[in-house]
Structures are given as structure tokens and as C-alpha cells.
């Protein structure tokens, strides 16, 4: 959960207990979840503690009643307070009797009175029949808080009839003040398939965007997938909302992995939403995702978005400080996500990208073998390419051992994908006339093989390709002479002179 | 008189954390006054709680009761 949506929970749970409007405590907004819920808690104690040892012998009074009669007292004579304060010291198995016997509506004020942390074997035992009448209740007032603590404590099965009782509006309401999310996933996994999906397509509706995307960061990557794709095939308008919520409440980090997780025909859809190409929505989420280092969510976004947007998109990344960029780098690398930030890349402004190519994280060795390794692997060539154009001199001079390194296999698809098009096959001709005699001998070597396919390949592009023919006439003279000897052994030196005439 | 520093680190049982800490002098004032307020008011309301509880007892033996039930 994010820091700043655990905190506005936390803030709703406090000022509950000390029966304030949560907007007289905004000015904890600053303060961290953790440090809100120990004084919560604090003050809890505070509270149930007072007279605890009176209200003992209470409790030890009810014991020796039989229940119907304590059901009367408690109901005509102690009422809810009492009862709740009370509630901790009795045997589990009286209380659950005693409340059997109770209206529900008393049950409900007595369960708004109570700690639920004291009562917690009691209300593990509450029967279904008495929970789907409170947690209407509850819901019905609007008590989301008192619901978020007890629903702690019941079993699944009482979770599933509570959350059944409750509006969408109620049941997101509560699942945000929750205490112990960690059970949300399983919780709400063991609700009708339909419920879900109809709670985030109401999102906007209910003006509950924060609280459902902070339901949606709690539940597991494989239930998020498809609500985010829901998420996804809304009305353009209720994007629109969505956007607008989430830019006012900023917390494009809750955001950001629902996108993330989509499919990627859903997050085009979004993506293609206006709302995402305003430039202080994009400015937002690159700087929210700089923070939280967010990359591998948000460069799947950038990806999507409209051609124009993109480059403005990626313009705003390249001009993030250097250290922001390391961590991008850093990011990518880990999660192999060239294929994801080279197309970025290549969408940015000539100088963004001559900018960020000065940045040291793209001189490091390993940073650019990976690049040239998922260039080759992903058919990414003409992606890099705009890359390598700008990168400093020396460090584009480590470029040729890379190449040259890359396995066969490698090595033909990047040459395949280089001679598809004159503006990436020319840097690809310079990184060859850049190499080392021994780099070109294995080059060489390689033409010469019979396994190899690479001279087929360039004997084809000479003899089909006038604008590649001359080009590819630039090509270091040794390697030149090892495509003649291809196309002697493989029959084709005829139509390869003519084709040179 | 317990400042409002020292009512809070009462019900934290010990300093204030950095985020507390950190509050201005204004707002840990109104943080403190809520806790106290809440803390009375449920103070006053269980007195007021067990008092009604006794209503079904004879007057006369209401102050046994009292003392027996709630010490």
C-alpha cells in the first residue's frame, strides 16, 4: 500500500476513535502510517483500560446468570457501552449466547463500542446469522472503520457473508480501513466472480477511485490482471475521472501497477485516453515513478502511448538528474526491460537522447552488452540504433567487441534486421569497419562457414537491393572478399558481379 | 499540568516518533486536546453507562451494588 493512502487510512481509523472529522487531523497527513496506528493503538488502551477490573466482575457476575436473563439486563439496564467494555472478560462461549439472543441493532452499537483486539475469540465465533445482520448495519451507518477492525477477526467464511451484506460503495469504503490487508486477496477471492469487476466499473461513479485502486494494490498479481483490464474498458469519461482522481490525490503509485499488469491491448486502450497526454499528467506519473522507482510499471505506459505523446513522454524522462537515470538504468537492466525503454528511447528529441546517452549509467560495459544483446534478441536494432548515434565516441567504440561477441544466431538476426533499411545499416557497416583485425577474422570466419547463413544472407541484399549494393560496398575489404568466396561455393558469383555492374 | 508533548507520549509510551515530533507546536496541541476530549468523554459516558446499568436495582442497595459490581 502506499505510504500516503495507508496514512489517509490511518487518519479515517484515529479520528473515529477520537470522534473527529478526519479533515481536523489532515495536518497528519505528513506522518507515517506506522507511527498513526502505535498512537491509535496507545489511545485504545487508554480508553478500554479504564476500569477494566470493575467491568471483570461484570463479566464474572454474567457468568453465573443464565443468558436469557443476562441478554435483559444487557439490553435493558447496562446497554451497548457497558456491554462492549465488558465483552472482553466474558467466556467466548456465554457471550456468543448471550448475543444470540440480542436485536441486532443493539449488536451493532455494542460492536461500535467495542476493542476488537479483546474481544477477538468472541467474535471469531460469531455465527453467519449474526454477522450478515451487523455487517448491514454497519454499512447501512456508515461505520466502515468499526467494520475494517472487526472484519480482522472473523473467519473467511463470516468475511464472505460481510462483504455479501455490503454496498460496493460500503465494501470499498471498508476494505480501505482494513486492518491486516494481507487477508483482502483471499477475502475477496471468495466472492462471486462478478462482484469485483462490478465495484471497479462503479469506481468513478461512487467518487472512490483512491479506495479502489488501493483494493486493487492488495490483491494478488494474477486477481489484478483482469481488474485492471476492467479498469481499462471503461467509458473514455470515467478515465478521464480516473486520471483526474488520482492526479489530485497524487498517487500515481497506486496507479501505475494496475497499468502495468494490464494486457497490452488493454493499456493501449488506456493510454489512448487525452487525459494521459496532458503534459502535467505525464510530468506527474514520470516524477511518481521516479520516486517510487517505478520504472518497470510505467515504461509499459510510454510504450503505449500515441506516437507524439510518447516522445514528449520520453523527453520529460531524459531530462530526469543523472541519478534518477541510474536508477532507471539500474531497473531495466534487472527486470530485462530493454525492449521496453529502447523504443523510448528512440522516440526522444535528437537532443534528450544525445543528453542522455552522455549519462555515465549508458557507459558501463554490462548496460551495453545487455542493450546490444536485446537488440539482437528482440529485433530491436533499429531502436538502438538512434542510441548509438549519439553516444559519446569512446564509449560507442566498446560497440564493435560487443557485435562481434554475440552468437551466431544473434549475429545473423541482428544483420537481417540491419539490412532492412539504409538508415540502421549504415551505423551497423561503421561498427564493422570500427573492428579489430581478430574481430573481423571471426566475422570473416563466419561468412566462410558453411553452417553459417551469413553470407547467403549478404549475397542476397547485394544482388536484390540496389540502395543496400552500395552500402554494403563500404563494408571492410576482407569481409567483402569473403562474400565472393560465399557466392563461389554456393554458385551465385555471376549473378553477384552482375548485379555490382 | 501534562503538556501536549507529554499526553501523547503517554499513550505512546515513550517519545514521540520523528513524524509526531515533527508536528508544529499548533498541530500537536490539537492532537493532544482530541485524544483528551475523546478520552473524557468515554470517560463520562461508561460512568454514566454503569449508573443506568444499577436502574434496575432498589435504591437502597444501588451504593452495595455499586461498590460490589464495580469496586
Known amino acids: ?501 | 499540568m501534562t503538556t501536549p508533548r507529554a499526553e501523547l507520549e503517554r499513550h505512546l509510551g515513550g517519545p514521540l516518533s520523528p513524524g509526531l515530533a515533527a508536528l508544529s507546536d499548533a498541530d500537536i496541541d490539537a492532537l493532544a486536546k482530541a485524544i483528551v476530549d475523546a478520552t473524557r468523554s468515554q470517560k463520562q459516558a461508561l460512568a454514566a453507562a454503569i449508573d443506568n446499568g444499577l436502574d434496575i436495582v432498589p435504591r437502597v442497595l444501588r451504593g452495595a451494588v455499586k461498590k460490589a459490581l464495580f469496586g
Request: with cysteine; net charge negative.
Open chain 1, 1 to 501: 500500500m502506499s505510504q500516503r493512502l495507508e496514512t489517509s487510512a490511518e487518519i479515517l481509523k484515529l479520528a473515529r476513535l477520537v470522534e473527529q472529522d478526519p479533515d481536523q487531523l489532515g495536518f497528519l497527513d505528513s506522518v507515517s502510517p506506522a507511527e498513526l496506528r502505535a498512537l491509535r493503538e496507545g489511545v485504545t488502551n487508554t480508553i478500554f483500560d479504564a476500569g477494566a477490573q470493575s467491568l471483570k466482575r461484570v463479566a464474572a457476575g454474567a457468568k453465573l446468570l443464565p443468558s436469557p436473563l443476562v441478554a435483559a439486563i444487557a439490553l435493558k439496564s447496562f446497554g451497548a457501552l457497558l456491554c462492549a467494555r465488558a465483552a472482553g472478560a466474558v467466556d467466548p462461549g456465554k457471550a456468543i449466547d448471550v448475543a444470540k439472543r440480542l436485536p441486532a441493532d443493539f449488536l451493532v452499537d455494542v460492536t461500535i463500542q467495542l476493542d476488537p483486539r479483546r474481544v477477538a475469540k468472541i467474535i471469531g465465533q460469531v455465527p453467519q446469522e449474526l454477522v450478515v445482520p451487523v455487517a448491514a448495519e454497519l454499512g447501512r451507518r456508515e461505520e466502515h472503520v468499526t467494520m475494517g477492525r472487526f472484519l480482522a477477526y472473523v473467519p473467511d467464511s463470516a468475511v464472505v457473508a460481510a462483504m455479501t451484506a455490503l454496498s460496493d460503495e460500503a465494501l470499498l469504503r471498508t476494505a480501505f480501513v482494513l486492518e491486516h490487508k494481507d487477508r483482502l486477496d483471499h477475502a475477496l477471492g471468495l466472492l462471486p466472480p462478478e462482484r469485483l469487476p462490478g465495484i471497479f466499473a462503479n469506481a468513478s461513479q461512487l467518487g472512490l477511485w483512491p479506495e479502489a485502486l488501493d483494493l486493487l494494490e492488495h490483491l494478488s498479481q494474477a486477481r489484478r490482471g483482469p481488474i485492471a483490464d476492467v479498469v481499462a474498458e471503461q467509458p473514455v469519461e470515467v478515465i478521464e475521472d480516473l486520471v483526474s482522481a488520482v492526479s489530485a490525490a497524487r498517487i500515481w503509485e497506486n496507479l501505475l501497477p494496475v497499468v502495468g499488469v494490464m494486457s497490452d491491448a488493454h493499456r493501449l486502450r488506456l493510454a489512448a485516453v487525452p487525459a494521459f497526454h496532458e503534459p502535467t499528467v505525464l510530468g506527474e506519473i514520470i516524477e511518481a515513478a521516479a520516486v517510487a522507482s517505478q520504472w518497470a510499471d510505467l515504461l509499459p505506459l510510454i510504450d503505449a502511448l500515441p506516437d507524439e505523446v510518447r516522445s514528449l513522454a520520453a523527453d520529460r524522462v531524459a531530462a530526469l538528474d543523472e541519478k534518477a537515470v541510474a536508477e532507471l538504468v539500474a531497473a531495466v537492466s534487472s527486470n530485462e526491460l530493454w525492449p521496453r525503454l529502447l523504443p523510448v528511447v528512440r522516440s526522444m528529441s535528437e537532443g534528450s537522447r544525445t543528453a542522455m546517452a552522455a549519462m555515465a549509467p549508458f557507459h558501463q560495459d554490462e548496460v551495453l552488452r545487455e542493450i546490444v544483446v536485446a537488440a539482437a534478441t528482440s529485433g530491436l536494432w533499429v531502436d538502438l540504433v538512434p542510441l548509438l548515434r549519439v553516444l559519446p565516441d569512446p564509449v560507442f567504440a566498446k560497440i564493435p567487441d560487443l557485435v562481434v561477441a554475440l552468437p551466431l544466431d544473434l549475429l545473423t538476426a541482428l544483420i537481417t534486421e540491419a539490412l532492412e533499411a539504409l538508415e540502421i545499416l549504415e551505423p551497423f557497416i561503421d561498427i564493422l569497419n570500427r573492428m579489430d583485425a581478430a574481430s573481423l577474422d571471426h566475422i570473416v570466419g563466419l561468412i566462410d562457414s558453411d553452417l553459417a547463413t551469413l553470407g547467403e544472407i549478404l549475397i542476397a541484399a547485394v544482388i536484390e537491393r540496389p540502395d543496400v549494393r552500395r552500402v554494403l560496398g563500404q563494408l571492410p575489404p576482407d569481409v567483402l572478399d569473403a562474400i565472393d568466396r560465399a557466392a563461389d561455393r554456393l554458385g551465385l558469383r555471376a549473378d553477384l558481379d552482375k548485379a555490382r555492374a
